[in-house]
């Protein structure tokens, strides 16, 4: 399934604490945690930042907060809880159906997330940050495989006896008529079982090594 680091860019739609982290750009907004109540966003921040007392007067002056809480503060760091409306950037995500990883990074308006989801979700997570008028950049993508599906279940036990019988190993410690007997099915059939199973191996192996 692709994992995606991705850059996503708040300050241009109605997200608040993406407009706060622009006021104070130096300052890295770590987001622990985000909870949906009605129309408002329940979140716990971590701050990294010399200005933490400024900050702090920017929560309370701003009238989209509608409620805060200094957890603790000290000379570099402020740990805050607050409830802000639902921002366009998390509703982007949310209507996509892909969950947020914890934790985001939020700097000079830039969250930096990283997101785990079908290529279907993914296609939807961009197509809504896109018709949203959400800039965005993606810095990475990876692709990790479960072996359920890449293979089917038959061809997973196939692959499995045949790596622990030496199938593999050379010289063969076990033929494919000794395996057919142990699936009790005929050779022609055990034939197939393989050859479709390494077919979906190579053919992955290939098109991810590809440049």
Same mark, same amino acid.
């Given at each position: 399934?692709?994992?995606?680091?991705?850059?996503?860019?708040?300050?241009?739609? =109605?997200?608040?604490?993406?407009?706060?982290?622009? =006021?104070?750009?130096?300052? /890295?907004?770590?987001?622990?945690?985000?909870?949906?109540?009605?129309?408002?966003?329940?979140?716990?921040?971590?701050?990294?930042?010399?200005?933490?007392?400024?900050?702090?007067?920017?929560?309370?002056?701003?009238?989209?907060?509608?409620?805060? =809480?200094?957890?603790?503060?000290?000379?570099?760091?402020? $740990?805050?809880?607050?409830? &802000?409306? &639902?921002? =366009?950037?998390?509703?982007?995500?949310?209507?996509?159906?892909?969950? $947020?990883?914890?934790?985001?990074?939020?700097?000079?308006?830039?969250?930096?997330? /990283?997101?785990?989801?079908?290529?279907?979700?993914?296609?939807?997570?961009?197509?809504?940050?896109?018709?949203?008028?959400?800039?965005?950049?993606?810095?990475?993508?990876?692709?990790?495989?479960?072996?359920?599906?890449? $293979?089917?279940?038959?061809?997973?036990?196939?692959?499995?006896?045949?790596?622990?019988?030496?199938?593999?190993?050379?010289?063969?410690?076990?033929?494919?008529?000794?395996?057919? /007997?142990?699936?009790?099915?005929?050779?022609?059939?055990?034939?197939?079982?393989?050859?479709?199973?390494?077919?979906? &191996?190579?053919?992955?192996?290939?098109?991810?090594?590809?440049?």
């Amino acid at each position: 399934m692709p994992r995606v680091q991705l850059q996503v860019n708040g300050a241009p739609v =109605e997200d608040w604490l993406a407009d706060a982290s622009v =006021e104070f750009p130096d300052a /890295e907004f770590r987001i622990l945690a985000t909870q949906p109540m009605d129309d408002n966003l329940l979140e716990i921040v971590e701050v990294t930042t010399l200005e933490g007392d400024l900050l702090v007067r920017h929560f309370e002056d701003a009238s989209e907060v509608r409620s805060y =809480e200094v957890i603790h503060t000290d000379e570099q760091m402020l $740990l805050i809880q607050f409830m &802000i409306p &639902i921002s =366009e950037t998390y509703n982007a995500l949310i209507a996509s159906g892909i969950p $947020l990883r914890y934790p985001a990074l939020l700097q000079d308006g830039w969250f930096s997330k /990283e997101v785990t989801a079908s290529q279907e979700r993914l296609g939807e997570y961009t197509d809504e940050l896109a018709a949203t008028g959400i800039p965005y950049q993606v810095e990475s993508l990876t692709q990790s495989h479960d072996s359920s599906e890449l $293979l089917t279940e038959r061809q997973w036990e196939f692959v499995t006896e045949a790596v622990e019988r030496g199938f593999y190993n050379t010289p063969r410690d076990c033929t494919l008529t000794e395996l057919a /007997e142990t699936f009790d099915i005929n050779i022609s059939a055990m034939s197939r079982l393989r050859h479709r199973a390494e077919s979906r &191996i190579i053919t992955r192996f290939v098109a991810e090594a590809a440049p």
